[in-house]
């Protein structure tokens, strides 16, 4: 039997041709291209002096939004930045450290260093005092 | 008409304390609000803990009192690791490697412990809030220094080496000073385990009280404008205890815990108060050879917002003199009474 191509069933092909191109087909778009104005993915690395860190906190300026490092220290921004968006990157005992998005950065390289400070601390008390020379 | 003003000055007076009346338009209900709302939040991750405490506020001093009330809260005292940290630094006093590698680990221990565990030392305490508070854009510095407390033998103190740390914190272009150690709470009087009670009074203290026993490393901290404290006038000055900061703005005699006086000599007592106190309430407790007893002041007087007065006594000894506002325990002073 020889279908007949009417011109409702063309244009039903063309428009499921078109879908199955778009659907299939896997966008990696913005991702990395530095001129997009939507951002671009951060991925990046942190460490201390001995190598890199697990549980570090990466999140950007002002929000909530965050990552933090896995065992190898790395981390994957979960939303694009842009130029001029700067990181926060803490971590427990740690100097506080701030980068800014240059139009460049695609990955970024960091080092944390310990806060340096000896730990005290004299508990207050309301034990009533007795002076030693009223015996 | 006058009951309005009453009314008025109840709520805007009476609760001003010391530095704090440079905020006393602020109400902290909601940054103390928001502190308790996040109490099961852990340390994991201090940016987005700064960030849930102080998203919703608007002012950084009402940000700040978030953090502060945060920290206090929910951070514990450990006293055996202050108390093997203290024995270790003493140990290792004048071996500055070992002293160093004793720092260095304690510093790990103590982060760890802090993270798992939420227990530290003040040390711990005053980082945290300055972390939690530098995250959320305010300034905020660690103050290390001497602190003197009822239970601290001040033959132990060591100029050099400090045993305390605290916070100095700069809102709205001022520097004001906070305890957050001393805020969170104190032993229980019988099993020595800490015990959460926050205490206002270390939020944004007054420097004066606040020089009386603590004594900065750096005395720009001391965030007097006048005559500073000299380390002896420090060792030298009377127990004042954390009921002390939630009535007083300064304590101005006697200056010495250890005095000498004459039989029936009138000794002065002058404070400057925080807020209107009732002169009945106050009283001492006068101790000698194990006998105490309670005594009101001969004269007293509570105006202009000091508080005066005054105490001879009868007979030749050794008395322990401790001033009571209510039920609280406020301060401590030593007598020799001669002929």
């Known amino acids: 039997m020889k279908i007949q191509l009417t011109s409702t069933r063309k244009l039903w092909y063309t428009t499921m041709l078109v879908f199955a191109i778009f659907a299939f087909n896997p966008m990696f778009g913005q991702s990395n291209t530095t001129t997009s104005q939507k951002g671009k993915t951060i991925k990046g690395i942190v460490s201390n002096e001995s190598g890199p860190i697990l549980g570090a906190n990466v999140i950007l300026k002002d929000t909530n939004m965050g990552v933090v490092t896995n065992e190898k220290g790395e981390f994957t921004f979960p939303t694009a930045l842009k130029t001029g968006d700067v990181l926060v990157i803490s971590f427990i005992g740690y100097k506080t450290k701030e980068f800014k998005i240059k139009d460049t950065t695609t990955f970024i390289k960091l080092t944390i260093y310990e806060e340096v400070f000896e730990f005290t601390g004299a508990p207050n008390s309301n034990k009533r005092y007795k002076s030693k020379r009223n015996n | ?339």
Request: charged share 25%; aromatic share 16%.
């Open chain 2, 1 to 339: 008409m006058r009951r309005i003003t009453y009314i008025f000055l109840f709520i805007f007076v009476f609760q001003s304390n010391a530095q704090i009346a440079d905020f006393k338009t602020v109400k902290f209900d909601k940054a103390d609000k928001i502190a308790l709302k996040y109490k099961d939040e852990n340390l994991s991750n201090l940016p987005q803990l700064s960030y849930k405490l102080t998203s919703e506020l608007t002012t950084d001093i009402e940000r700040f009192r978030a953090i502060f009330k945060w920290v206090c809260s929910n951070i514990s005292n450990d006293y055996s690791m202050f108390t093997r940290n203290m024995r270790k630094r003493r140990r290792y006093r004048n071996d500055s490697v070992k002293l160093a590698a004793w720092n260095a680990e304690f510093k790990k221990t103590a982060f760890k412990k802090l993270l798992k565990k939420n227990r530290t030392v003040c040390t711990g305490y005053a980082y945290l809030v300055k972390e939690l508070a530098s995250l959320a854009g305010i300034e905020c510095k660690i103050v290390n220094g001497h602190a003197r407390t009822s239970t601290i033998n001040i033959e132990t103190l060591d100029i050099n080496s400090p045993n305390h740390s605290w916070n100095a914190v700069k809102l709205n272009d001022k520097w004001y000073l906070c305890d957050p150690t001393w805020a969170s709470g104190i032993p229980n009087p019988t099993t020595y385990r800490f015990q959460f009670y926050f205490n206002d009074g270390f939020f944004l203290s007054d420097p004066n009280i606040f020089s009386i026993n603590h004594y900065p490393q750096n005395e720009e901290w001391f965030l007097l404008a006048e005559e500073k404290p000299t380390f002896n006038m420090f060792l030298e000055a009377p127990v004042i205890y954390g009921n002390a900061y939630n009535y007083f703005s300064n304590h101005l005699e006697p200056k010495k815990l250890d005095n000498t006086v004459k039989q029936n000599e009138k000794v002065t007592f002058r404070y400057r108060l925080l807020k209107n106190i009732n002169k009945n309430d106050v009283h001492l407790i006068v101790e000698k050879n194990e006998n105490e007893k309670k005594v009101k002041p001969s004269f007293i007087s509570t105006e202009k917002t000091t508080l005066i007065f005054e105490h001879a006594f009868d007979f030749r000894g050794y008395y322990d003199v401790h001033l009571y506002i209510k039920n609280d325990l406020i301060a401590t002073y030593s007598f020799e009474v001669k002929k």
